[in-house]
Nanobody, 121 residues
Framework: QVQLVESGGGLVQPGGSLRLSCAASGSIFSINRMGWYRQPPGKERELVATITSGGSTNYIDSVKGRFTISRDNAKNTVDLQMNSLKPEDTAVYYC???????????????WGQGTQVTVSS
């Protein structure tokens, strides 16, 4: 079995910073892309940032210059450094990994349980 466990959410004032972390564990053979989605209250889930195994990154426009995604391929972890946070960043953040586990023949998306980020004064 594969598990993704997130940590690092919480309450922060506008302009503040938070760092989210996600660790994938289990019988993982290889991880292709990792990333973060978020779901604001009453809205649909949106892709925030992704990173390939080679380190190529992509961000949605609203977080460019404020958020930084990074990963440690040896530890199967992905982090999201969030700076200059705004109230509109408030959401449940989910990490995901596109991976193949031992015994499988194709890549599958796995998700974390989500962590709440609230930006408010």
């Amino acid at each position: 079995q594969v598990q993704l466990v997130e940590s690092g959410g919480g309450l922060v004032q506008p302009g503040g910073s938070l760092r989210l972390s996600c660790a994938a564990s289990g019988s993982i053979f290889s991880i292709n892309r990792m990333g973060w989605y978020r779901q604001p209250p009453g809205k649909e889930r949106e892709l925030v940032a992704t990173i390939t195994s080679g380190g190529s990154t992509n961000y949605i426009d609203s977080v460019k210059g404020r958020f930084t995604i990074s990963r440690d391929n040896a530890k199967n972890t992905v982090d999201l450094q969030m700076n200059s946070l705004k109230p509109e960043d408030t959401a449940v953040y989910y990490c995901y990994a596109n991976l193949i586990y031992y015994g499988s023949t194709y890549y599958t998306n796995y998700w974390g349980q989500g962590t709440q980020v609230t930006v408010s004064s």
